[in-house]
Structures are given as C-alpha cells and as structure tokens.
C-alpha cells in the first residue's frame, strides 16, 4: 500500500528547502514552505508507518524498539520507539514518518502565562503578538478536543476521586484525537475514536490528528518531496550561501555507498531535541561556528511515567486495541483525565497528573515487567488469567509533568550524543512527583510503583518522555544557540552577538530554554507557526494556514508515485 514517502534514489541534487525531521516543527515547516511554492524536501530518519501497520502484539511491539546506551545498541535503526539509555537519565523519543505525533499521548495544553514571562525567552516572544497566532493556527490544525465522554471511564473516576479526596480536580485535557467521524484540515477523511487505549502504541483506527494526518499531507499536496531512512549527519556552509547536508541512507545494504550529499539555499531543523541537537553538535565540529551555548539547557520537562499496583477496584488502564482483543471493550483515549496542582505563587511547584493508558500490544509482559519488583503472585496469576482481569485490571498508569532547572548539557562521545546531568536525580520535582503519585495512589488503595524496571538494565536513573532544549532560544549568542525566529547565531570570528547564518533555522522542542510544566507538542508547533510567520515577512512569501475545503482523501490518494 503507498503512502506519502518515496525512496532517496528519487531525491535530487538540489531543493529550495530542506527540511530535517517530520515531527510536529518539521511538519509546519514543510506544509508552509510548500505552500509558498518552494521546492522542499523532507529527510526522516524512520520509516512511514500507515494506518493499521502500527504493532498490535507484543512480538511487533519487540520489534519496533530500538535501544541505544554506551555498551548497547540493539534493534532496527527505522524502528519506532528510540529509548536512549544514559548515565544519569534515560530519553524516549518516536522515530518515524510523523516524528513523535505517532507514539505520544496527544495532550496539548498551552503553557501558563508565567512559562513565557521567564526572562530566559527573549523579549519578542511576547512582545510581537505572533506567538498567539502561532497557538490558534497550531490548535487549528492539529484540532484538540476533550472526550465528551471522559467521565465515564473506571481510570477517570479512579484518578477523580484520589484527587478529590486530596483537594485537587480533574479535568478532561484536550488531546489530539477525533471523536466524531470528520474531513479534516488536510482534507483527509478521519473515523470516530474508538477509545481503544494505544494512543501510545500508534493509532490503528487513524482518529488521532498525528501530524503524518495534518501537515505531512497538505505538504505533499502542495508538491513537497518527503523521504525516509535519510539521516541527517552534518551540515556544511559554501561559499556561495548555500548549505550542503549530508545524509546517511539507512535503506541500503552494502553495494552502493550510503552517503550522499543534498544543496539547499535554506535548512530547517526539526529532527527534535536529540537529533537537531545531535546534527548541531556534529556539524560545529566540522567547521560550522555555532554558540558556545549548544548543547546546553536541557529539561527534562519534569516527567514521570509512574504505576499504581494492586488498587481496590478496577482500573481498566490496558488499552484493547483495534480490531478489540475484548469485544464490546473501551478503555478511553491514552489520557482522558487530568489532575492540575497549581501554585498561585510559585511556577516550579504546578504539577499536571494524568491518568494514562499502556497499549495493547504490552499487554502479554506486564505481568513479567512487575517480576522484579516482588510481585511475582500477582503476575503468575494475570499470566494465567490474562490482563484484563485480577491484579491487572487494577493497574493505573501515569503521566506526570511539572519544571526541572533544565540543567542537563548534551556533548558528542566517539560522534555519539551523550547526555551529563549528573544531579538529574536529585532534581526537586521528583520528590515532589513521588509524594503526590503516592497519595494518589494510596487513595486507590494500591502501592506506588516508581518504576517496574528498576535494578534491570534501566537501573534507577530518572527518564523523559518529553526532552526539550540543547538549542535554546536567547537575545544573543552569548545565552542562546537560535534567536526568537529561530535561527542559529553564527559564532564566527568578529561576527556580532546577533549576527546569525542566513536560511538555518530551528523549529523543534530543541529551541526550549526551559521546561513548560505540560506536554510540549502544542508548544513546539505553536513556536514553529510563528517562526514560519516570520519567514513570511523576512522573504515576502506567500501562503496562508486555511484549511483545505471540498477535498476528502486518504493520505494513499497522495503518494507521490500515484501523482507522477
């Protein structure tokens, strides 16, 4: 079946915009650029996975992890889910045609007023007016809405009366999924959610406005060129303005070398925080003068996944996939509720809680998962009854954010990104996570469960979902790697302090000087919408955000190759 994507072996030589990364940033970038007439080609590092092809069983789900740390590098480089494994924390970001659209939970939530007040931002962020525009243009497109039917749910009324008895409310957070059948803004034709829980598995139904659904698709139409396997290395300034990138191809095997070389007057980073910054670092050692500052600033948005274990009632947190593994079952979106812990006086003290959904396909190892923790009974009984019944049925799940001192520094070891934060640990956030997920969870009468993975090869290092910075924003190259439009500061020998390189940019969650207290993806789409507001002005291009009218399609009907 034909998708979107197309081979390198189709790629051309030269394109008036590259842009690296498919992800929330990448895919404004390319939907915009395209619409101004540009010739613009797309390179991600993954494959395109379609509707119906995202894992459903757990020898799929296997198969679709890749695991990277200083002594291990196991699994497909194309395959979903990219777990690094660090010294001092671990990162899990998506790979694929979609960036981490595919895999994540699709809350989006705009940051409180205080998050931008921060004077680490520079001041145009606040002051030019482009940044709300950048908001109702991202919820435009990306559409996120509250489950009408949220409340209904045994995780939603679980985590609603923890958090009453301990004074907090919930909340139904607006997440990208459709709950009603619709032509969406790509004019393409989405089903109604199913509430089958994997969200974060890769929605097989196609209700989830991913950004492979939204904007990846409405550059194609527009004559966008998007390719996959394509990792980016470094970049290259000539001497005549253009900038060469230089691509490894992950689709070839011996033969062919898997090298090549693409030109572009402009380059737009959106490959996210670990691989933008990764292309940065790489190409300032090549030669390229970048900020002092690259690299550093990392947050780690104050994440936590957390378990609840042996509740007194049912949970009904296992997602059912689709088709259902039970029929008649719903569980709910991956989160339908959250609990908002606010602090009128202090920002650092807010925490976001959210009951959340583990995805079918896991379902088979939870049981073994929960082995080293000593809860070897319970296990041996859910292998011998399944997980929608016994103890797992009374598993909760959570995702947690809140502000991290967003002290983390990235560096290259042997060409390898390499995140240093070793006081990461000892961040405050975390205990105050652990106090507040231990009420919660005693209030269900459960025990708090940290991490199941602990003492096994994931050892007791904090992790994040959501990683942010390595290539801040700052007023100048002295506190920031890209300014308020996200260009790169060009570090050179009697360049000035805001002098920057022409046609570099970056539009992804590595521009973050800090952590946002919510799930970062309307963020990163609402920054990267004003960025391309300002290319708007600063190249006189032409294009609008309006959605696409009187067109329905699939996102099949726009492969490339049909169209050739």
């Known amino acids: 079946m034909a998708g979107l994507s197309r081979s390198l072996e189709f790629a051309r030589d030269r394109y008036d915009v590259i842009v690296v990364g498919s992800g929330y940033g990448g895919g404004v970038a390319a939907s915009r650029l395209a619409r101004a007439g540009k010739s613009v080609a797309v390179l991600e590092r993954g494959r395109e996975v379609l509707t119906g092809q995202f894992p459903s069983r757990f020898p799929d789900l296997k198969n679709e992890m890749q695991v990277r740390g200083k002594r291990l590098h196991t699994g497909p480089s194309s395959a979903l889910y990219d777990v690094r494994l660090g010294e001092d924390m671990h990162v899990l970001v998506g790979c694929g045609l979609g960036g981490g659209s595919l895999i994540n939970a699709g809350v989006a939530l705009r940051p409180d007023a205080r998050v931008f007040a921060d004077a680490c931002w520079p001041g145009q962020i606040a002051q030019d007016g482009l940044l709300d525009e950048g908001f109702r243009r991202a919820k435009l497109w990306l559409n996120p809405q509250s489950d009408p039917r949220a409340g209904g749910f045994t995780k939603y009324k679980t985590l609603e009366a923890a958090g009453a008895a301990l004074g907090h409310g919930i909340v139904a957070p607006t997440i990208t999924v459709s709950f009603d059948a619709n032509t969406n803004v790509a004019g393409i034709e989405q089903p109604e959610c199913t509430r089958c829980g994997d969200c974060c598995g890769g929605c097989n139904v196609g209700a ?11 550059a194609v139409r527009h004559g966008a060129e998007l390719y996959t396997h394509a990792s980016v290395r470094h970049l290259a300034k000539l001497p005549d303005g253009d900038w060469e990138v230089h691509v490894r191809r992950l689709d070839v095997d011996g033969g062919a070398s898997p090298d090549m070389v693409l030109r572009a007057s402009m380059v737009v980073l959106g490959a996210g925080t670990l691989g933008t910054t990764e292309v940065l670092l790489r190409s300032r050692a090549k030669g390229l003068a970048l ?38 079952a719903e569980v709910g979106a991956a989160v339908s509720g959250q609990l908002e812990i606010d602090d009128a006086t202090l920002l650092a003290n807010e925490l976001r809680v959210q009951e ?18 000593g809860r070897l009974l319970g296990a041996l009984q859910s292998l011998v009854n399944g997980v929608y019944k016994g103890p797992f049925a009374k598993l909760q799940t959570f995702f947690a954010v809140s ?25 405050p956030v975390y205990a105050r996570l652990d106090a507040m997920l231990s009420s919660i969870v005693s209030e269900a009468g459960g025990s708090y469960v940290k991490n199941p993975l602990a003492g096994t090869v994931m050892g007791h290092q904090p992790a994040t979902a959501h990683p942010l910075g390595g290539a801040g924003m700052g007023r100048e190259r002295g506190d920031g790697v ?19 390189h022409e046609g570099l940019y970056v539009v992804d ?3 973050m000087p800090r952590s946002l207290g919510v799930n970062p993806l309307l963020t990163i789409t609402a920054l990267a919408e004003r960025t391309l507001l300002h290319m708007q002005q600063d190249y006189g291009l032409s294009f609008d955000a309006a959605p696409l009218t009187g067109v329905r399609a699939t996102p099949q009907d726009l492969s490339p190759f049909l169209a050739a």
Not at 208 to 218: F, G, Q
Not at 482 to 500: C, E, I, M, S, Y
């Open 509 to 511: 969650g590595a521009v």
């Open 482 to 500: 890209v300014n308020h439009k996200g260009q790169l500061f060009d570090g050179g020998a009697g360049r000035g302090a805001n002098a920057v």
């Open 403 to 427: 502000h991290d001192s967003a002290s983390g520094r990235f560096v290259l070891d042997d060409d390898r990104l390499v995140l240093v934060w070793p006081t990461a640990k000892d961040e």
């Open 356 to 373: 959340g959904v583990l995805p079918s396909a896991l379902a088979p190892v939870l049981p073994v998962l929960f082995i080293p923790n």
């Open 291 to 328: 900020s002092d500052r690259l690299g550093e600033r990392f947050s780690a948005n104050g994440d936590i996944i957390a378990f609840g274990y042996g509740a007194r009632d049912p949970v009904n947190a296992v997602g059912v996939g689709f088709p259902a593994k039970i029929d008649g």
């Open 208 to 218: 989830k406005n991913s950004v492979a659904l939204t904007y990846l698709p409405d």
